[in-house]
């Protein structure tokens, strides 16, 4: 298994790269990740020979040589390409225009890509990216459109359609005298004025060494060619040109000593013997005849030229171990970055810890400062036997510190007879609960962002009957919070007497209801009412008691 992931690993090598130089630089990076295991250097050593867009291959070729627990990784560090077509519709009339720049061009060898998108214009928001590469227009191919032709074809319709695949390369150029290069995304950085201003920069060239080109060669009224042919060894077979007399008519249209012959008048030359390929090239006076420049050139070299090259080779080779130790250099001040970066977070992680500890420590003291008033004055104020005298009613109504609540002890002080109390006292007994539950702590339900300041309550109401309550406002409201707008005489809530007209209803049957719109709370009310159980807990914020005088008429 492993060696025919090799095998076919190094098929595709050959077949996409064709320097040798690159090959062995290739290898190498290879090799020192296996010693190292340094996955973001090897995609960083990887970018400078996968540096074309025929070659992006070769990433999917190298994953398998990838360990399985740094394969989720790799995906996530190597470019992301898609084979796949997607359309979208601009508007070319749009007041802030299409939102994109792009490059290239049929007259500088390569396709149109985008190079540039506004933010948040018309191509951002349709998912267009930097790196795609555009292949029809309004349904036309544009492969061997030049840039102005495409731009000619946006502006035949007002609604452009688009067609495009993702790439994640940009074709780029430093000066006019170079080659055309190719950049990653990640690495491209756009030029000022870029439009079709930088894309007619472009130059046309790049691309593998070896070039497939045609020439045609008339034989009448001459001696012949002037050029030998030999065949290919095992490892390279072909027919190949071996030697080229000066002045000859081959040398005229420029075939080479290692040119490879692949076609001559149709007739493919790939899989001929030798005896086969002179009889094709001797049937004709008039020959069209196709070759790739160099391809056996390797084959026919003198010892100096093979020493030459190798000299060649090497300096290839150096210069992509020198641009390997920056990539690692530059890596490694990344890496330093991003370690002070964790670093400074985890300080301040831990700081706003050391703060929500400090925090937690001052409630605790505050609430078991409270629980100990509580408990104190309970010893000191709390009667020993069950209430039984107005006095004792009165002072347990006042427990609650309400309006509604106030008024009944207003009541039970001047108007309210002893009998009349003594059914209020029955009344509460059939009951039999608390109306507000003693040992409940909001802060296991609400953060105290939420609650401060606020009088919080658990109510446990029994289901008798209907609710009879009206709430009011909402998140989306001027109130900005549910609150009890009314409360129906008779109903379940006016029995229990521990909810009044202004009280915030913070929670229902657990579900919280702060940032609910008024719509949810009235639903939450009633699917908690109607669901099964006998009872129904409410959390509410206890609405300040209003000063008894503002109720009073003088006269």
Known sequence: MERRVAREFRHKVNLLIDNEAEKDYLYDVLRMYHQSMNLPVLVGDLKLVINEPSRLPLFDAIRPLIPLKHQVEYDQLTPKRS???????????????????????????????????????????????????????????????????????????????????????????????????????????????????????????????????????????????????????????????????????????????????????????????HKEAVRVLKSSRTLTISVVAGAGKELFMTEEERQREARLREQERQELMHQKRLALETNKIIKEQQEKERLRKLEISQKAAEEEERYRRE???????????????????????????????????????????????????????????????????????????????????????????????????????????????????????????AIYEGGAADKHGGIVKGDEILAVNGKILIDSKLAEAQATLAKAWNMGGDWIDLVIAASPPKEYDDEVTFF
């Open 83 to 273: 084979r796949k077509l997607k359309e979208v519709r601009l508007d070319r009339l749009h007041p802030e225009g299409l939102g994109i720049s792009v490059r290239g061009g049929v007259e500088f060898s390569c396709g149109l890509f985008i190079s540039q998108l506004v933010k948040g214009g018309q191509a951002d928001n349709v998912g267009l990216q930097v790196g795609d590469e555009i292949v029809r227009i309004n349904g036309y191919s544009i492969s061997s459109c030049t840039h102005e032709e495409v731009i000619n074809l946006i502006r035949t319709k007002k609604i452009v359609s688009i067609k495009v695949r993702h790439v994640g390369m940009i074709p780029v150029k430093s000066s006019a005298d170079e080659p055309l290069k190719w950049q990653y995304v990640d690495q491209f950085v756009s030029e000022s004025g870029e439009g079709k201003g930088s894309v007619a920069g472009l130059a046309s060239s790049g691309g593998r060494d070896n070039k497939e080109k045609k020439v045609f060669i008339s034989l009448i009224g001459t001696k012949g060619m002037g050029c030998s042919i030999s065949s290919g060894p095992t490892q390279k077979p072909g027919i190949f040109i071996s030697n080229v007399k000066p002045g000859s008519l081959s040398a005229e249209v420029g075939l080479e000593v290692g040119d490879q012959i692949v076609e001559v008048n149709g007739v493919d030359f790939s899989n001929v013997d």
């Open 363 to 485: 409630i605790e003291q505050i609430t078991a400062e409270e629980e100990k008033f509580k408990k104190e004055w309970e010893e000191d104020w709390r009667p020993k036997e069950p209430p039984k005298s107005l006095r004792t009613v009165t002072a347990e109504v006042h427990s609650a510190p309400r309006s509604k609540h106030k008024n009944l002890e207003g009541v039970a002080h001047d108007q309210l007879e002893t009998d009349d109390m003594d059914e209020a006292i029955t009344k509460q007994d059939k009951q039999g609960f608390q109306k507000y539950l003693e040992d409940f702590d909001p802060y296991s339900m609400f953060t105290p962002e939420q609650i401060v300041g606020k009088d919080v309550r658990l109510l446990r109401i029994k289901k008798e009957g209907s609710l009879d309550l009206a709430v009011e406002g909402g998140i989306d409201s001027p109130i900005g919070k549910i609150v009890v707008s």
